[in-house]
């Protein structure tokens, strides 16, 4: 039912730490709860795989038991966004919700850089496609095609003269 080889590694752990006289329990113990996460994970991944899209839902209401995984986005550019991905107890992984905060830190770290009139954060600035998104984790690989169908409204400028701005004045930097 466990992962074997994280169950495998906690049993061990708790073998010796049986036999020592000051043993660390706290290992023993983030080594079984992280066997018990991985099956959990496993499942969750299996229900996101059999639907083909990306999840999407609200968590506001939603009692998170333990720690959310992160996944890595990285953008055709080269920019990668790190950020959790806030999950409800036996429902896929919620990375709907996670690729937007991405967009949002995505867009936040542009305004800094550029700071041409810009906001800290501005829906004007223009988001590239998604390259890759990985959960860290467990390794999975998303569906690049799926985030990217599934983000392109959210990626878009709301104001498309502002944005080319923005994008000249990057490049002009660039060339200094």
């Not at 080889?5 to 006289?21: E, F, G, M």
Request: hydrophobic share 45%; charged share 25%.
């Amino acid at each position: 039912m466990l992962n074997q080889t994280l169950s495998a590694q906690a049993h061990n752990a708790y073998d010796a730490a049986v036999i020592n006289p000051c043993p660390d329990w706290r290992a023993v113990a983030e080594l079984f709860r992280a066997a018990m996460q991985a099956r959990r994970v496993k499942r969750a991944r299996l229900k996101t795989a059999a639907t083909g899209e990306i999840a999407d839902y609200n968590v506001d209401r939603v009692k998170l038991l333990c720690r959310s995984p992160r996944i890595a986005v990285r953008f055709m550019d080269g920019g990668a966004v790190f950020t959790h991905v806030p999950s409800a107890p036996g429902k896929p992984l919620n990375v709907g919700r996670a690729l937007r905060v991405a967009i949002a830190m995505y867009r936040s770290r542009k305004g800094m850089q550029c700071q041409a009139g810009f906001r800290a954060f501005d829906r004007a600035i223009p988001v590239p496609e998604i390259f890759q998104v990985r959960c860290l984790e467990t390794d999975e690989l998303f569906d690049v095609d799926a985030c990217n169908r599934h983000t392109a409204m959210e990626r878009q400028s709301n104001d498309p003269g502002c944005a080319a701005a923005m994008l000249a004045g990057v490049a002009s930097e660039r060339t200094r």
